[in-house]
């Protein structure tokens, strides 16, 4: 098996991912519209477009026409900044009319520190059921050992106090 060190600067990170959906036009005005991704392409004949997540070249999103029964839930994150996803996803999810959960499904919308990556993250859905992630890498050393826990809990398990909300 190569080590990491063969593995530098073949695989800088991950560019695509593709979805199938079973509107075309209601996915597309979920993800632009609610969510703010960019159309790059509408290609009509094979009813699929291709929008920018970030800055245009930076990373693609495919939405796929197709029938219900091809359509299989799928789950992908995107990637935004610490205080997005501490202080602001979960009001900007609901200003969008999105529900949102964390990853123990414990009835709060408080997002969940990850120990083992460490990272923070909240969840919603798309039209099509997809399962939709805002993940926030943090400056912290992984903590595996704690599973995954509340902002408040890794800041006590961190040395820090939490920021009173």
Known sequence: ???????????????????GVTDLARSTAFYCE???????????????????????????????????VEVHRQHFAFRAAL?????????????RG???R??????????MVFGWMPALSIYFDDPDGHELEL???LPDPPRDDVGV?????????????????
Do not use: K, Y
């Open 135 to 137: 993940i926030a890498m």
């Open 98 to 100: 999105l529900a949102c």
């Open 34 to 68: 609610l969510l703010g991704l960019q159309v790059g392409l509408r290609d009509a004949a094979r009813r699929v477009n291709f929008l920018w997540v970030g800055p245009p070249g930076e990373a693609m999103l495919g939405l796929w026409e197709r029938p219900a």
């Open 149 to 165: 826990v509340s902002w408040d809990d890794w800041q006590r398990l961190n040395g820090r106090v939490a920021a009173q909300q």
């Open 102 to 111: 964390n990853f123990l499904r414990d009835g709060t919308e408080r997002p």
């Open 1 to 19: 098996m190569a080590g990491t060190a063969d593995r530098v600067g073949v695989i800088a990170g991950l560019f695509e991912t593709h979805i």
């Open 83 to 95: 205080e997005t996803v501490r202080d602001r996803a979960v009001p900007w999810l609901h200003e």
